[in-house]
């Protein structure tokens, strides 16, 4: 069985920046791949970025692409989510997900077997 466990978010202003971790238990981070997604009040849990399980691709969601970044600690079986120019809606409740998923499949949350409980990340104006 896999665990994650999330942690880093915070209050934070517009424009600042956060880290986010997502640490790994049961399975080391290089045999999965690893996704953020994040889900506001009121809306749908959406696709934030994910990391293959060489580390070598990575996928990100149109909305966070240049400002978020994704990789991947083996030796600390962790990933992480750094996050910069955040924008008030970035916020909400993030989580991190485990799975062996194709390419293809990456985006999608039901591709995802393992979950964390999630982190939230707000963003002030």
């Known amino acids: 069985q896999v665990q994650l466990v999330e942690s880093g978010g915070a209050l934070v202003q517009a424009g600042g920046s956060l880290r986010l971790s997502c640490t790994a238990s049961?399975?080391?981070?290089?045999?999965?791949?690893m996704g953020w997604f994040r889900q506001a009040p009121g809306k749908e849990r959406e696709f934030v970025a994910a990391?293959?399980?060489?580390?070598?691709?990575?996928y990100y969601a149109d909305s966070v692409k240049g400002r978020f970044t994704s990789s991947k600690d083996n030796a600390k079986n962790t990933v992480y989510l750094q996050m910069s120019s955040l924008k008030p809606e970035d916020t909400a409740l993030y989580y991190c997900?485990?799975?062996?998923?194709?390419?293809?499949?990456?985006?999608?949350?039901?591709?995802?077997?393992?979950w964390g409980q999630g982190t939230q990340v707000t963003v002030s104006s």
């Open positions: 049961g399975r080391t981070v290089s045999s999965l791949t």
């Open positions: 990391i293959s399980r060489t580390a070598f691709g990575t």
């Open positions: 997900a485990a799975g062996t998923i194709y390419s293809s499949d990456i985006r999608y949350a039901g591709s995802y077997r393992y």
